[in-house]
T-cell receptor, first 114, second 115 residues
C-alpha cells in the first residue's frame, strides 16, 4: 500500500525566507506527483504536477523536484510572503491498475510571518 | 468553464437520514473521485470512476454509494447517515486516470454535519 509522508507537519518562517517542504512515498510505481495548496476552509488548488519521467517543474517562485528512485519530492518556495501561508499537500498517482487511487500526504501547514 | 461543481456547500442531517452530494464537471474528464477530509486523518478516497458506467471502491467506501451514468456527473449517496460521516467531502476529476500528464482538479467541497 502506498504511504505518503510530509515532514514537517508545521513550519513557521519570517517573510522573505526561502524554504523547502518535503514529501516522501513508499512505492515508486507512479504516474505523477502533484503539489496542492489548501487555504483554511477552502478546496485544494493545484500548484505543480511532475510526471514520473520528469525531474522538476517550476512556476513563478515555486520549484518542485522529484526523485522517484528514492521516493522523495521537494517543494521549494523562494522569497516567502505572508500570502503563502496555507497548508501544502502532495499526492501521488500510482500506475496501472491502481491509477484511480491517488494517495495524499497529511500536509505541511506553513505560516509566513510579516 | 465552471470546472468541478459541488452541491450543496453545507448540509446538516439527522442520524439515519439519506442524502446525495452532487458533483459535476464540464471538462470532459473521464476520471472522477470522492474524498473525505477529517482533522488528523488527511484526505481519504471513498469511491472513484475511470469512465461512465465504471466505479470502484477506495479506502473508506462503507456507508456510501456512487454511480456514473454520464461523463459529467458523479453523485455520492449516503444511505443512512451516521455521526462518523461528519466531514468535508471533496470531488476531484482529471482527463484520465491512466496518464502522468493529467492534473487532478478539485471542487470547493461540501461540509456535512450529522447530528
Amino acid at each position: 500500500k502506498q504511504e505518503v509522508t510530509q515532514i514537517p507537519a508545521a513550519l513557521s518562517v519570517p517573510e522573505g525566507e526561502n524554504l523547502v517542504l518535503n514529501c516522501s512515498f513508499t512505492d515508486s510505481a507512479i504516474y505523477n506527483l502533484q503539489w496542492f495548496r489548501q487555504d483554511p476552509g477552502k478546496g485544494l488548488t493545484s500548484l505543480l504536477l511532475i510526471q514520473s519521467s520528469q525531474r522538476e517543474q517550476t512556476s513563478g517562485r515555486l520549484n518542485a523536484s522529484l526523485d522517484k528512485s528514492s521516493g522523495r519530492s521537494t517543494l521549494y518556495i523562494a522569497a516567502s510572503q505572508p500570502g503563502d501561508s496555507a497548508t501544502y499537500l502532495c499526492a501521488v498517482r500510482p500506475r496501472d491498475t491502481n491509477a484511480g487511487k491517488s494517495t495524499f500526504g497529511d500536509g505541511t501547514t506553513l505560516t509566513v510571518k510579516p | 468553464n465552471a470546472g468541478v461543481t459541488q452541491t450543496p456547500k453545507f448540509q446538516v442531517l439527522k442520524t439515519g437520514q439519506s442524502m446525495t452530494l452532487q458533483c459535476a464537471q464540464d471538462m470532459n474528464h473521464e476520471y472522477m473521485s470522492w474524498y473525505r477530509q477529517d482533522p488528523g486523518m488527511g484526505l481519504r478516497l471513498i469511491h472513484y470512476s475511470v469512465g461512465a458506467g465504471i466505479t470502484d471502491q477506495g479506502e473508506v467506501p462503507n456507508g456510501y454509494n456512487v454511480s456514473r451514468s454520464t461523463t459529467e456527473d458523479f453523485p455520492l449517496r449516503l444511505l443512512s447517515a451516521a455521526p462518523s460521516q461528519t466531514s468535508v467531502y471533496f470531488c476531484a476529476s482529471s482527463y484520465s486516470a491512466f496518464s502522468g500528464a493529467n492534473v487532478l482538479t478539485f471542487g470547493a467541497g461540501s461540509r456535512l454535519t450529522v447530528l
